[in-house]
């Protein structure tokens, strides 16, 4: 069974620009999450999908971004314009539909987002 | 205030022998969940262990056992005879039943296992 898959990797761009990070979360399950973790800091939840619904997007900093996921497959998170304190680990995880707040979440790789 | 504390920054250990990665958190939700993660340095986040507030046993997955002494707040991993490959950042964190589905993560400590 394919993980969490995120995309891309790395990503390098200038200040202003507008960047998006993709998700795919593991078939078939309908709870989303974006996470991040800025340069020395803990990682921060950002916000929940329940299939294509947001159901928590407390942890979003600012309207600068925007998470969507249509379909209730895979998500994008979208950055414009990005700034510097920008910078840092996008993390995406997911979990099954059958999850009550204590199972467990399984992480993608990350999306390590620079910001120059 | 900090809901998840971490206070080792870097731990060193030598290969064979058991470490103890500390981890205290702070909740007034009495039901709540504790997990660590390992992150090594491809990048994913591995899940180890959970440990759930009402559990009265200690959580135990192979190697990785979670000290849980629920009056002082703390969910300590030991890992028993360390191996090469244990070498990774660790994360403590929690979900409150209040929270959602909110995971909390601490700062993470980074372990070094010494050949």
């Known amino acids: 069974e394919a993980g969490v898959t995120q995309f891309p990797s790395h990503s390098v761009i200038e200040k202003g620009q507008t960047v998006t990070l993709r998700c795919d979360p593991i078939?078939?399950?309908?709870?989303l999450y974006w996470y991040r973790r800025v340069m020395g800091k803990e990682i921060k939840f950002l916000l929940h999908?329940?299939?294509?619904?947001?159901?928590?997007e407390s942890g979003m900093p600012n309207n600068r971004f925007l998470a969507e996921r249509t379909g209730g497959t895979y998500s994008t998170l979208k950055v414009q314009p990005a700034e510097l304190e920008d910078s840092g680990v996008y993390f995406c995880?997911?979990?099954?539909?059958?999850?009550?707040?204590?199972?467990?979440?399984?992480f993608g790789p990350g999306t390590r987002l620079t910001v120059l | 205030a900090q809901k998840i504390t971490q206070t080792q920054p870097g731990m060193f250990v030598q290969e064979k022998e058991a470490v103890t990665l500390d981890c205290t958190y702070d909740?007034?939700?009495?039901?709540?969940?504790l997990f660590w993660y390992k992150q090594p340095s491809s990048g994913e986040m591995i899940f180890l262990i959970y440990?759930?507030?009402?559990?009265?046993q200690n959580a135990t997955e192979g190697r990785y056992s979670l000290n849980f002494q629920k009056a002082r707040k703390s969910a300590n991993l030991v890992i028993s005879a360390s191996q090469l490959g244990d070498s990774a950042m660790y994360f403590c964190?929690?979900?409150?039943?209040?929270?959602?589905?909110?995971?909390?993560f601490g700062a993470g400590t980074r372990l070094f296992v010494k050949a």
């Open positions: 995880a997911s979990s099954s539909p059958h999850s009550d707040s204590y199972n467990e979440q399984f």
């Open positions: 999908f329940v299939k294509e619904s947001k159901q928590d």
């Open positions: 909740t007034s939700d009495p039901s709540y969940g």
């Open positions: 964190a929690m979900r409150e039943r209040t929270g959602g589905f909110k995971t909390i």
């Open positions: 440990q759930g507030s009402y559990d009265q």
């Open positions: 078939s078939g399950h309908d709870n």
